[in-house]
């Protein structure tokens, strides 16, 4: 018949099954054999944490560095994107905008400005002291030390759509470049630390938007090009404004000389 090659007779029926259960037994000592005891797998938990607590703050940092430096890219390009289209719309540059309209306070040129972003919203009638104080905002340095210093402090505060906040500084009336511009790249959320998510620019003669470099964080002065001297405001040991940090921001090399600036000077 058809299954008579699988057929097999008592006693062969009753020696397999004999052998199947010393499989079974051999296979159920090996797995006694192969088990934790109580102490091995608690000091096992116990390791899988000490490591977890070491690496997650450190890990949890890093992706907050990331995601300031992609805010810091999307911020500096949009800035730049927006004097292009201030050039094109008014046949100006914003300097030369601003050393027309020849004011001490710069706020008539943000709100031109930022007219070239969308839907930009008035936030404060004062300085930008004013509109952190009434957002329960401390103005923090690069060592999260308060301070009460503003690179930018000649505008109201103006924000844009996503929630950046942006204040302009002292009118470049009598200078080849300005006026300064200030970026929360982040707005309102934390940390508000000069170098970590506010920085300081500033317009050229040329169109351009470029990290301001001058020796003086509250007054607009000439640029600096050496990169030792920059450094030397861009520290965490700093009691005023670290001001500069922008520049090393922006190339992602760190102030010190050693690594780069998001992931390796970033605290």
Same mark, same amino acid.
């Given at each position: 018949?058809?299954?008579?090659k699988y057929?097999?007779t008592l006693?062969?029926g009753?020696?397999? %099954?004999?052998?199947?259960?010393?499989?079974?037994g051999? %296979?159920?000592?090996?797995l006694r054999? #192969?088990?934790?005891?109580?102490?091995?797998?608690?000091i096992?938990?116990g390791?899988?944490g000490?490591v #977890?607590?070491?690496?997650?703050? &450190?890990?949890?940092?890093?992706?907050?560095?990331?995601k300031?430096?992609?805010?810091?890219?999307?911020?500096y390009?949009e800035?730049?994107?927006? #004097?292009?289209?201030?050039y094109?719309d008014t046949?100006?540059?914003?300097h030369?905008?601003d050393? /027309?309209?020849?004011a001490?306070?710069?706020?008539q040129v943000?709100?031109k400005?930022?007219?070239?972003?969308?839907?930009? &919203?008035? %936030?404060?009638?004062?300085s930008?002291a004013t509109?952190?104080?009434?957002?329960?905002i401390? /103005?923090?340095n690069l060592?999260?030390y308060?301070?009460t210093?503003?690179?930018?402090?000649?505008?109201?505060?103006?924000?844009d759509?996503?929630?950046? %906040?942006?204040?302009?500084?002292?009118? &470049?009336?009598?200078?080849?470049?300005?006026?300064?511009?200030?970026?929360?790249?982040?707005?309102i959320?934390k940390?508000?630390?000069?170098?970590?998510?506010?920085?300081?620019?500033?317009?050229?003669?040329?169109?351009?938007v470029?990290?301001?470099?001058? /020796?003086?964080?509250?007054?607009?002065?000439?640029?600096?090009?050496?990169e030792?001297?920059?450094?030397?405001?861009?520290?965490?040991?700093?009691?005023?404004? #670290?001001?500069?940090?922008?520049?090393?921001?922006?190339?992602?090399i &760190?102030?010190?000389g050693?690594?780069d600036?998001?992931?390796?000077?970033?605290?």
């Amino acid at each position: 018949m058809k299954y008579e090659k699988y057929a097999f007779t008592l006693a062969e029926g009753s020696r397999r %099954t004999g052998d199947s259960a010393a499989n079974f037994g051999k %296979t159920l000592r090996l797995l006694r054999f #192969a088990g934790f005891t109580l102490a091995e797998v608690l000091i096992t938990i116990g390791i899988i944490g000490v490591v #977890a607590a070491l690496t997650i703050p &450190s890990l949890a940092t890093n992706i907050t560095h990331r995601k300031l430096k992609s805010q810091f890219e999307k911020a500096y390009s949009e800035v730049n994107q927006a #004097a292009r289209a201030f050039y094109a719309d008014t046949d100006s540059t914003v300097h030369d905008y601003d050393v /027309n309209v020849n004011a001490f306070y710069t706020s008539q040129v943000l709100e031109k400005f930022m007219s070239y972003y969308k839907s930009p &919203s008035k %936030t404060s009638n004062d300085s930008w002291a004013t509109f952190d104080n009434l957002n329960g905002i401390k /103005n923090l340095n690069l060592n999260g030390y308060e301070i009460t210093g503003y690179p930018c402090d000649r505008s109201y505060a103006s924000s844009d759509i996503i929630g950046r %906040t942006w204040v302009m500084d002292d009118s &470049s009336r009598n200078l080849d470049y300005g006026p300064k511009i200030c970026i929360d790249i982040n707005g309102i959320d934390k940390p508000n630390r000069w170098g970590y998510d506010r920085f300081v620019f500033v317009f050229t003669e040329n169109n351009a938007v470029v990290p301001y470099t001058g /020796n003086d964080s509250l007054n607009l002065v000439k640029q600096m090009s050496n990169e030792t001297s920059i450094a030397r405001y861009c520290r965490y040991d700093m009691e005023s404004i #670290a001001h500069t940090c922008a520049y090393f921001a922006l190339r992602n090399i &760190s102030p010190t000389g050693n690594g780069d600036y998001w992931n390796d000077f970033l605290k």
